[in-house]
């Protein structure tokens, strides 16, 4: 008796997605029997089946009942950046369809959440001022002793985020403590509050000095629409935030944005699908139809363990 084949070696030998495979399959096109809730094919029928005589003696095959399949997914918590919108959008229409619930909660509370088991994926982007790198020494210390995998999404540029024509003028860090100005902030555990939290240590101001300061937005788009509808005459995010609503943009740094999991996670097929996703070329030209992102990482697994 010839070995059976599972649904995706049928589907590889066919050059087609495992979910067309299934529809061929429930149309009654290809034959195939079930032992115990997986679907099998024998490779005699799918030979038959390439090269056009199946069934040509035969009475037509009866469908046979597929359970229905229920696309992998994937919780999302973390930093805000619209790439990670466009990823878990192409990842919907990957071959291998993937779901997501996405909440974007911040750089510290996404690792966070990672530790508990409450996400799959964390989006981080956490500036070391002892290691001078990004990322690895905060989930090195948020995820003691575990398997993890860190891959960058992308590099992206920060900064302020004003009206058009920069009407104030602000150039600098230093100038958002300006008489008057006032200043739409992230909320904590950000990495982009953080990234301030850390310069007016640094340069001893004190936040008592900034208007708006404790005024607290979740995204960058949150901080853009401020700013948009003169709520706020600036705030720090990146240059695409600025860009969907023509807004100006001052650079200010250059970071690098990584997607975290576990290790339990980097071993599934939705987390391969990922990584393909973002090594494709279809991904990387839609990221750089926005502005303030460099790819030259995108895709490169950067810890592993």
């Given at each position: 008796?010839?070995?059976?084949?599972?649904?995706a070696e049928a589907a590889k030998i066919?050059?087609?997605?495992?979910?067309?495979?299934?529809?061929?399959?429930?149309?009654?096109?290809?034959?195939?029997?079930?032992?115990?809730?997986?679907?099998?094919?024998?490779?005699?029928?799918?030979?038959?089946?390439?090269?056009?005589?199946?069934?040509?003696?035969?009475?037509?095959?009866?469908?046979?009942?597929?359970?229905?399949?229920?696309?992998?997914?994937?919780?999302?918590?973390?930093?805000?950046?619209?790439?990670?919108?466009?990823?878990?959008?192409?990842?919907?229409?990957?071959?291998?369809?993937?779901?997501?619930?996405i909440s974007f909660k911040g750089s510290?509370?996404?690792?966070?959440?990672?530790?508990?088991?409450?996400?799959?994926?964390?989006?981080?982007?956490?500036?070391?001022?002892?290691?001078?790198?990004?990322?690895?020494?905060?989930?090195?210390?948020?995820?003691?002793?575990?398997?993890?995998?860190?891959?960058?999404?992308?590099?992206?540029?920060?900064?302020?985020?004003?009206?058009?024509?920069?009407?104030?003028?602000?150039?600098?860090?230093?100038?958002?403590?300006?008489?008057?100005?006032?200043?739409?902030?992230?909320?904590?555990?950000?990495?982009?509050?953080?990234?301030?939290?850390?310069?007016?240590?640094?340069?001893?101001?004190?936040?008592?000095?900034?208007?708006?300061?404790?005024?607290?937005?979740?995204?960058?788009?949150?901080?853009?629409?401020?700013?948009?509808?003169?709520?706020?005459?600036?705030?720090?995010?990146?240059?695409?935030?600025?860009?969907?609503?023509?807004?100006?943009?001052?650079?200010?740094?250059?970071?690098?944005?990584?997607?975290?999991?576990?290790?339990?996670?980097?071993?599934?097929?939705?987390?391969?699908?990922?990584?393909?996703?973002?090594?494709?070329?279809?991904?990387?030209?839609?990221?750089?139809?926005?502005?303030?992102?460099?790819?030259?990482?995108?895709?490169?697994?950067?810890?592993?363990?």
């Open positions: 008796m010839s070995l059976t084949l599972t649904a066919l050059k087609v997605s495992k979910y067309t495979l299934y529809e061929l399959v429930k149309r009654g096109e290809i034959p195939a029997h079930h032992i115990g809730r997986q679907l099998r094919i024998d490779p005699a029928v799918l030979d038959q089946y390439l090269r056009g005589t199946l069934g040509v003696n035969d009475p037509a095959p009866k469908p046979i009942s597929v359970p229905p399949l229920i696309s992998p997914a994937l919780r999302f918590i973390g930093s805000h950046d619209p790439v990670v919108e466009l990823l878990f959008e192409f990842l919907r229409h990957a071959p291998l369809p993937i779901e997501s619930s510290m509370d996404g690792l966070i959440a990672l530790y508990r088991g409450e996400a799959d994926i964390s989006g981080i982007h956490l500036w070391d001022e002892v290691s001078k790198e990004y990322n690895t020494s905060f989930v090195k210390h948020v995820i003691p002793g575990e398997s993890v995998c860190i891959v960058n999404l992308v590099q992206r540029e920060q900064g302020f985020i004003v009206a058009p024509g920069n009407p104030l003028n602000l150039q600098t860090w230093d100038d958002i403590t300006i008489e008057g100005l006032n200043f739409i902030n992230r909320q904590k555990g950000s990495g982009t509050r953080l990234r301030l939290d850390a310069y007016l240590k640094a340069a001893k101001i004190s936040p008592g000095r900034i208007l708006g300061y404790e005024h607290e937005e979740s995204t960058h788009s949150g901080v853009a629409c401020h700013v948009a509808n003169g709520q706020a005459d600036v705030g720090v995010g990146v240059k695409a935030a600025a860009q969907r609503l023509g807004l100006d943009f001052i650079p200010l740094f250059q970071e690098r944005y990584d997607l975290v999991c576990m290790g339990k996670t980097a071993k599934t097929p939705a987390w391969n699908q990922l990584l393909s996703v973002l090594k494709s070329p279809g991904f990387i030209q839609a990221v750089h139809q926005q502005k303030g992102y460099d790819t030259s990482l995108t895709g490169q697994i950067l810890f592993n363990t």
